[in-house]
């Protein structure tokens, strides 16, 4: 089985072989493989979470990293492991670890200042400043926008791609009329009452995540624990497609699933309007990535701007995952075939620093509005200009392109070989998952992935999620799905 799994990649590595050549082949130093000394997590790690936990909270602590020693694909930790990362700290390293060109970047003189002196950046913005976001944030911009705001992270890009929609909502509705101090709106605003703060809605979808700010919360829906005990508003939630696979197989299916939730998103819109509570915007992600990896067809999305344009309702695409490449375009909603741009895009992660583009018309036409003391970080623009500059040059997207189909087919692969231990592997360029047939199996199987030298995390309830870097490669590829297949072998 083995044999037969590595032939079949072999044939589709041959296929591509005349894009390959473009990519570098020495981007993780010295590095060629995982290699492990102790288990994860291994003796230090756990020492120096004992330590952590003394002055803050170290639930989450997976491992410690050495990161002066880390490179490329590969991080090592204080133990001396040397693992192959396909996680990437969360998906927000879009050139690995220690990657020449960025490392060049922030040494140079002429861009210390930034990092010694940061600038608020709404209220002194640094004398190359227009500069810089010409070169960086407008270089990458999704196809029609040109605006842009910049944030800090991206939970507070879709807050505030939020409040965006709710404020060019209320303009136009009042005819993009001036208030005065004396209107009932700013009276009644301080106080939380309408019609300074209106009975608006955002609409969002089962099994998303936006954020954990306050006001996304309301539109996350992943996993209660974010949500505990926090209050919250009472807006739409409609179903998101879950889809069946492999997709050849379930078209009739799956066709009528995403039919199911375009009529819910209608029934929700009209129920919600009819109680004086108009939807004003709609957040969805191009895939669900913490929710469990779920996809939809560009119809589906398409679908979905169409019910926006005839309810007023503005799109909010969250690309804070997928943006900056992984799905094999800069950005996911690329892929839609949409008539139209959508009125927000936001973005985080990969891109360094989170905000949102959107339609020139979208801007609110008065100061403090949108704001915040640093409004983003000139220092991560200057890294982001780095990195656009290096996959274009590197052509890193096709290398996305070409590398996700050898990761989906080994991993479509696998679950011929090892259908009761997983199945629906499915992705879009390297924006990878696949699902162990129970939550155990899932846990089990990330565990001896981590011990012999991936490191790796989950999504939803039973995904194996794969977020690696623009730079992972087929032969990183197969690294993953030979340790992947031996991990599997052993399962009882």
């Known amino acids: 089985m083995a044999c037969r799994l590595a032939t079949m990649r072999c044939r589709l590595l041959g296929a591509t072989t005349g894009f390959s050549r473009v990519f570098s082949n020495g981007v993780d130093g010295s590095f060629k493989a995982p290699s492990m000394k102790t288990s994860i997590p291994g003796p230090k790690t756990k ?3 004992a330590e952590m936990d003394k002055i803050t ?25 040397v693992m192959l990362d396909v996680f990437c700290q969360i998906a927000s390293l879009p050139l690995g670890y220690n990657h020449d060109a960025i490392l060049e970047a922030v040494s140079k003189k002429e861009n210390l200042s930034g990092l010694a002196s940061r600038a608020s950046m709404s209220v002194f913005p640094p004398k190359d400043f227009v500069q810089k976001l010409k070169s960086s944030l407008l270089t990458c911009a999704p196809p029609g926008m040109s605006q842009v705001t910049t944030m800090m992270c991206g939970s507070c890009a879709n807050e505030n791609a939020m409040k965006a929609a709710l404020m060019w909502y209320m303009d136009n509705k009042r005819g993009h009329a001036d208030l005065g101090p004396d209107s009932e709106e700013f009276k009644t605003a301080l106080y939380n009452k309408p019609p300074g703060c209106p009975n608006l809605s955002v609409l969002s979808f089962d099994g998303a995540f936006h954020g954990r700010t306050f006001g996304v919360l309301s539109t996350t829906h992943s996993k209660p624990i974010h949500k505990l005990d926090i209050p919250a508003f009472d807006w739409p939630i409609a179903p998101f497609p879950q889809l069946k696979y492999p997709l050849e197989d379930h078209v009739t299916e799956n066709k009528a699933e995403e039919e199911r939730c375009l009529q819910r998103v209608e029934e929700l819109c009209e129920e919600f309007n009819g109680k ?20 939809a067809s560009p119809r589906f999305f398409r679908q979905l701007q169409k019910v926006c344009k005839e309810r007023d ?33 936001t973005f985080g992660k990969k891109m360094q620093l989170g905000g949102y583009y959107h339609l020139e018309q979208c801007r609110p036409r008065h100061a403090m509005r949108i704001n915040s003391t640093w409004m983003g970080d000139p220092a991560r623009m200057m890294m982001l200009q780095t990195i656009v500059d290096e996959i274009i040059s590197n052509q890193w997207l096709s290398n996305v392109r070409i590398t996700g189909e050898v990761l989906l087919a080994g991993m479509k692969q696998l679950e011929d070989i090892y259908p009761w231990l997983v199945h629906r592997a499915r992705g879009v360029g390297t924006f990878c998952a696949i ?49 992947f297949e031996s991990v599997l072998k052993v399962q009882k």
């Not at 909270?57 to 492991?81: C, Q, T, W």
């Not at 004086?276 to 996809?295: C, F, K, L, T, Y």
């Not at 995952?321 to 909603?333: E, F």
């Not at 590829?477 to 340790?483: E, Q």
């Open 47 to 49: 020492e120096l979470v």
């Open 57 to 81: 909270d170290a639930k989450m602590a997976a491992v410690f990293a050495d990161y002066d020693r880390s490179k490329g694909n590969y991080l090592v930790d204080v133990d001396g492991n």
């Open 435 to 483: 699902d162990g047939r129970t939550v155990d199996i899932r846990d089990e199987l990330l565990s001896e992935l981590k011990n012999n030298g991936v490191l790796i995390s989950s999504s939803g309830d039973k995904a194996i999620r794969l977020r690696p870097s623009l730079i992972f490669q087929p032969d990183h590829a197969n690294i993953f799905l030979d340790i």
């Open 313 to 345: 309702i503005s799109m909010i695409v969250d690309e804070v995952q997928t943006g900056l490449g992984p799905t094999g375009t800069l950005w996911a909603h690329e892929a839609w075939g949409l008539d139209d741009p959508p009125e927000y895009v």
């Open 276 to 295: 004086g509570r108009h939807v004003a915007a709609m957040i969805v992600e191009p895939v669900q990535s913490e929710g469990g990896d779920n996809h």
